[in-house]
């Protein structure tokens, strides 16, 4: 399986974490089903004051899920 660098936790060069609209960006998939995602609570995020984080490695899991 190719994995995409972007979504590397261990490449010091990479965020551990990104907004939605990064997150969407970085899985080649659109704002609407990326938050349809985070609403319906499959893929988790953290919030801290009024920033939505989403945690790469929680990316990298999502996807895993999804394969198929």
Do not use: C, F
Not at 9 to 16: D, V
Not at 28 to 54: F, N, Q, W
Request: glycine content about 8%.
């Amino acid at each position: 399986m190719m994995t995409n660098p972007n979504l590397n936790p261990e490449n010091s060069q990479h965020p551990i974490a990104v907004s939605p609209d990064e997150a969407a960006r970085l899985v080649g998939i659109g704002r609407t089903t990326l938050y349809a995602a985070l609403a319906k609570g499959d893929l988790p995020s953290i919030k801290i004051g009024t920033r939505r984080l989403i945690r790469v490695y929680a990316i990298r899991d999502w996807l895993a899920k999804n394969e198929g």
